[in-house]
């Protein structure tokens, strides 16, 4: 499964709110499937399978929301947990999010987006995720 590098930070921070029914249940789905034992994860930089079910998906690789700016969030995460080009399992990445992740690396991934905003995300909730 190929998943874009900040989706998995929403994945850990997902709570059932979504930009409409159809994002949340594909949100859902997806986060079922990337934990069953055997998948695959590849970590990409472009719209991924989450991508597919939201409203904000504007064409090729194109996001509403700013497709330079989700980008960017992608490429951060990558380099935040020095991700190789290779496929990991769930377990392998969060570990991973859980070791390398860091509150002005989280806050300079998310500050921009709507649900830190709105205090949906933060670096307590994602510290929490983990317990
Ligand atoms: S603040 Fe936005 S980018 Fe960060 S985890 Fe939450 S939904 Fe994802
Ligand atoms: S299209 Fe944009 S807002 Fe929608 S899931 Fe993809 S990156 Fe997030």
Redesign the pocket.
Known sequence: MKIRG?HL??MQ?FKGEGYNDKFTEGMKSVIQKTRASGTEVEIITKADVICKNCPNCIGENQCRLGTKDVDA?DKNVIEALSLQGKTYSYNELRELLRKKMDEATFDR??GT?R??KAG??SYQAFLDSFI
């Open positions: 900040h930070l929403c921070l969030k991934i998310c987006c649900w830190y949906l995300c």
